[in-house]
Nanobody, 121 residues
């Protein structure tokens, strides 16, 4: 079993910053990538950012230049520094991890339960 636990959500005013963290634990053989999605009320879950085990990063256009993803493979953690937040960033943010839980296991995706980020205008 693999568990992902997010932390760092909360309420912030527009223009402010928040830092989200996520830690993966359990049966982890090798990590391929970790990242974040978000889901606003009434909308579909959308990609936010991703970091590979080699350090390569990918961002949604809507957060480029404002959000920064970082990770620590040794600790199986990922962080998302969010700056210049706007009310449009309000959503539940979900951490995910693409990993192998064993040497013969297929690459699988695991999800955290989410953390609420609310940006007031």
């Amino acid at each position: 079993q693999v568990q992902l636990v997010e932390s760092g959500g909360g309420l912030v005013q527009a223009g402010g910053s928040l830092r989200l963290s996520c830690a993966a634990s359990g049966s982890i053989f090798r990590l391929n990538a970790m990242g974040w999605y978000r889901q606003a009320p009434g909308k579909q879950r959308e990609f936010v950012a991703r970091i590979s085990n080699g350090g390569g990063t990918t961002y949604a256009d809507s957060v480029k230049g404002r959000f920064t993803i970082s990770g620590d493979n040794a600790k199986n953690t990922v962080n998302l520094q969010m700056n210049t937040l706007t009310p449009e960033d309000t959503a539940v943010y979900y951490c995910y991890a693409d990993l192998w839980s064993g040497g013969a296991s297929p690459l699988s995706t695991y999800w955290g339960r989410g953390t609420q980020v609310t940006v007031s205008s």
